[in-house]
């Protein structure tokens, strides 16, 4: 069984306060990463402590965390579900990055998902 | 695993070993058969199954049967139609595993198309305002619900009252449950209840799409639900399906089903208003006329 190499990230991840607010990119270093950790467990840890210090956490979609619905729906380094074909979010681990890597989390990207379209809403991490 | 012989970083998982089976039949034939699985047991581990023993873990992950529904998918309340794992359609008592996708398919693609349309063309929808007599008291409840979480200021995320209250009742409500596990799952679940009101964390907006208050939300219902499911597993003095009494049990270890005292199906009622939630037990009573139960049997 390989070594539980832990690293630090940095990420980048895109706040919205609504379809009609601005936006900005929000730094948040991600510490104590397990490379075994999926992409999304990793979210779920950073907003562990997000709650803990108080502050809003991470909103994005999810449902069958198996590789099966694509609903965790992330743009990760301007990649749609990251840098792996076929691989939805929920099934990118985080060996796939190492210590000290930046990352930057957006919402998608389309015409129709525009910041000003209702529908923007509804797949939207912010 | 409780003998302490559990393998891996959590001393919970056990070796599944195709080391015998790729001998015997080559890799190919192996690879042919769950070459998906083995590269998604790669991919999320870093191991090569092919080489190695894959670790397996035991995970709960649906419940036995579903909402009663007739053939066009419709429950007992008028235009409410269940489809999928909700409904106990295409299994009946004993949900058979792996059947996710077929489902959702069997019912969502084949069958409501088709029956849906029925309904609405033969009633006629009438519009629902929110001065009907069911909504104003929830009306009143729901927002209050919501600050009340979100003035909590405490400092635990809810994701530690679900871990905990998952291992509880994996431990004492999952594949075998008995009577003195039945007790200390009651007392145990109600220890993390009380644990999760005093320090659960809802930051965010609580009028504003907000995760972490769906997730308490959620939680506060799955505690109810988890000290229910003790107290039925406790009330049913037979092994029966999904539920496996200890006590219950054949000299072969085969579930031991009591069918002159328990074949009903049980619902509990709510019954909201005392300082301790309570529960009114309801029995439907089980005949079978053509086809009649046995004893389940593997060999």
């Known amino acids: 069984m390989s070594n539980d190499k832990k690293m630090t990230l940095n990420l980048k991840v895109w706040r919205q306060a609504g379809p009609q607010a601005k936006g900005h990119f929000q730094e948040i270093k991600a510490n104590d990463v397990s490379e075994h950790m999926s992409f999304l467990e990793m979210m779920d840890v950073v907003n562990e402590s997000l709650v803990r210090k108080g502050e809003e956490a991470i909103q994005f979609d999810h449902d069958c965390r198996e590789g099966i619905c694509g609903s965790c729906s992330m743009v990760i380094n301007g990649n749609p579900h990251g840098p792996d074909r076929a691989t939805t979010t929920c099934q990118l681990h985080m060996r796939r990055f190492k210590d000290g890597d930046s990352i930057t989390i957006e919402p998608f990207r389309a015409k129709s998902l525009s910041s000003h379209s209702r529908s923007y809403r509804r797949s939207l991490c912010f | ?299």
């Open chain 2, 1 to 299: 695993m409780d003998e302490g012989r559990g393998v891996g970083p959590s001393g919970e998982a056990v070796f599944l070993d195709f080391a015998d089976a790729i001998k015997r039949l080559g890799k190919d034939a192996i690879a042919e058969k769950y070459g998906n699985l083995f590269d998604m047991y790669a991919k999320i581990t870093d191991e090569n199954p092919y080489e190695q023993p894959m670790r397996m873990y035991p995970a709960v992950h649906y419940t036995m049967g579903g909402l009663w529904v007739d053939y066009n998918l419709q429950s007992t309340i008028p235009g409410l139609h269940v489809l999928g794992e909700a409904n106990f359609s295409d299994h009946g008592a004993n949900r058979l595993g792996a059947s996710a996708l077929m489902q959702g398919l069997a019912d969502g693609y084949f069958v409501i198309p088709y029956t849906i349309g029925h309904y609405l063309a033969s009633n006629k929808l009438e519009k629902v305002d929110t001065n009907h007599e069911a909504f104003k008291p929830h009306a009143k409840k729901c927002p209050r619900a919501s600050t009340n979480f979100s003035t909590l200021r405490a400092n635990v995320p809810s994701t530690r009252s679900t871990k905990s209250s998952a291992t509880l009742c994996g431990e004492y409500v999952g594949m075998s449950r008995s009577a003195p596990g039945s007790k200390q799952q009651s007392i145990k679940f109600a220890d993390c209840g009380a644990e999760f009101w005093k320090n659960v964390a809802v930051t965010g907006e609580p009028n504003f799409k907000n995760a972490e208050l769906e997730k308490a939300g959620r939680v506060a219902d799955f505690l109810e639900l988890g000290e229910l499911m003790a107290k039925d597993a406790l009330e049913r003095n037979e092994s029966c399906g999904g539920h496996f009494r200890e006590e219950y049990q054949t000299p072969d270890n085969e579930a031991q089903r009591d069918d002159a005292n328990f074949s009903h199906a049980t619902a509990w009622e709510f019954a909201d208003g005392s300082s301790e939630p309570s529960w009114k037990e309801h029995r439907e009573i089980l005949t079978f006329e053509y086809v009649k139960p046995s004893q389940r049997s593997y060999k």
